[in-house]
């Protein structure tokens, strides 16, 4: 059998590609992610049948009748496509899957998305949903009963005054976050973001033709935002801060009082708004305490807070989220998803609704997940902490380990090749250990690799050792 061959595509790099003899499937196959229209495709195509594209712009010949020349059709894309690099996190999540499929038994630590299932009242409101027949369109915005719970739940738990036209639901987080940035940003405009960040919060300031500001932050303030940098990277044409806490990828938690310095910079500048995504929010680990942004002294006016139901309540598959703001934005937010996608779906609402019903910060269901990744976060710190050269930045909330491994880089491995930054660290765990991560390189830090602990602990034990194993095989740089 023929050893498998792998292809991590981007808009502005060549395919890196690795064989594998511990990888093999029954044919030859050439796995790879096309990032034309769909990132997140993924293709598989015989070797003998393989196409090479040395461009992005793809021409076909056209005839209009017998009697004319050949044209050729212009195929090209937009440049906010051709600007927009598609997600590392769902491309390798996609790989991986592959990989299972085709019986070869790789680890998937990439994706964040909780192993739980739905709880049950929230599942079985979703069930009588549809016996009952309520299975229409809802109102553009949400359902008046979600939105005036939301309302709720944001006034008890965040200290947060909204009312129902203040609230726009939508097909997810990842939706709510994409309207917010179109509806304020205009060309031109820079889009300030603390890295490591979320491999969308850039691509999705380049969809709206603004300039990703990305500000880096490090591992030994525990990637947490220096304020007197923001102050500094301030200018006329910064519109949008992004603020993420619970952060993915680092699982880092601001603090009150990291906050309050951070909107005494914001307080400065009329025309610079915050973005607030709070979609971790209800995992954190004490003596962490999640702090909503507009709750604080006079940010409330500027700022759009983002939250959702995927992680905390295991939706993901239920797909919403919701934004809160000022009535002048949020309307914004509206009018785009109005020409979009319309209302989310009326099913996954009736959930919501349950979910938010189930007691402060979900109650005993969502708490005791809580317990679980604490307790697998606490494990993967332990194992992690007994290897050379690997520094870590202990999360405080999510379920995401971000882990400095930049002290093998520059290593030469025999067969396989220079491991000389994050992704190639990534393929080679998922090579030689068959353990799916994601290259920190996707987040705005190519020191470091992202490990997802939303999997069982006998799963996270099982991919330790995979990990620990791989690179007991190297050796560090200074003796190679």
């Not at 380049?206 to 500001?213: G, H, S, W």
């Not at 993420?244 to 880092?252: E, H, L």
């Not at 491995?413 to 080679?428: A, M, P, Q, T």
Request: charged residues 20%; hydrophobic residues 40%.
């Amino acid at each position: 059998m023929a050893a498998a061959q792998f292809s991590f595509l981007t808009n502005h790099s060549p395919a890196i590609a690795f064989d594998s003899s511990l990888i093999t499937s029954a044919r030859s196959a050439t796995i790879s992610f096309s990032n034309n229209l769909n990132p997140s495709l993924l293709a598989i195509r015989s070797l003998e049948t393989r196409r090479h594209h040395k461009s992005s712009t793809v021409c076909s010949a056209v005839t209009i009748d017998n009697n004319s020349e050949p044209m050729e059709l212009d195929t090209t894309l937009s440049h906010r496509v051709n600007s927009v690099k598609p997600s590392k996190t769902v491309a390798i999540t996609d790989q991986a899957i592959a990989l299972v499929e085709a019986g070869v038994p790789v680890i998937r630590l990439a994706a964040g998305e909780p192993d739980f299932d739905t709880p049950t009242v929230i599942a079985e409101a979703g069930i009588n949903a549809i016996r009952e027949g309520y299975t229409r369109y809802t109102p553009n915005a949400g359902t008046l009963e979600l939105r005036t719970a939301i309302c709720k739940k944001l006034k008890e738990e965040n200290d947060l005054s909204y009312t129902p036209d203040q609230i726009v639901v939508s097909n997810g987080a990842k939706q709510s976050i994409l309207q917010a940035v179109l509806a304020v940003c205009s060309p031109g405009d820079e889009v300030i973001i603390p890295a490591p960040c979320w491999v969308s919060h850039p691509e999705m300031a380049r969809l709206a033709d603004a300039t990703p500001v990305i500000l880096p932050a490090s591992i030994s303030e525990n990637f947490l935002l220096d304020p007197k940098l923001l102050e500094s990277k301030i200018t006329e044409k910064s519109r949008l801060l992004i603020l993420c806490s619970p952060s993915n990828p680092t699982g880092s938690v601001y603090p009150k009082k990291l906050l309050k310095e951070i909107a005494r910079f914001v307080a400065k500048h009329p025309r610079l708004l915050v973005l607030s995504d709070e979609t971790y929010e209800h995992i954190i680990y004490a003596p962490a305490v999640h702090t909503s942004f507009a709750s604080l002294p006079g940010m409330w006016e500027r700022t759009l807070t983002v939250n959702g139901f995927s992680k905390a309540f295991a939706m993901t598959g239920w797909r919403l989220g919701y934004i809160a703001g000022p009535k002048h934005f949020v309307a914004a937010c509206n009018k785009i998803q109005s020409q979009s996608t319309s209302g989310a779906s009326s099913i996954a609402q009736k959930a919501a609704v349950a979910a938010l019903g189930m007691g402060h910060a979900g109650g005993e269901a969502v708490a005791h997940m809580v317990k679980a990744f604490r307790e697998r976060r606490d494990f993967l710190v332990s194992a992690f902490g007994e290897l050379e050269g690997v520094k870590m930045s202990e999360p405080q909330g999510a379920f995401y380990l971000f882990l400095d491994f930049s002290y093998y880089y520059g290593t030469e491995v025999e067969g396989f090749g220079l491991i000389k930054d994050s992704e190639s660290l990534c393929r080679y765990f998922l090579d030689q250990g068959q353990v799916a991560l994601v290259p920190g390189d996707a987040f705005g830090d190519d020191t470091c690799i992202r490990i997802s602990y939303a999997a069982s602990l006998s799963t996270l034990q099982a991919a330790a050792e995979r990990i620990k194993k791989a690179i007991l095989t190297l050796k560090s740089p200074a003796s190679v």
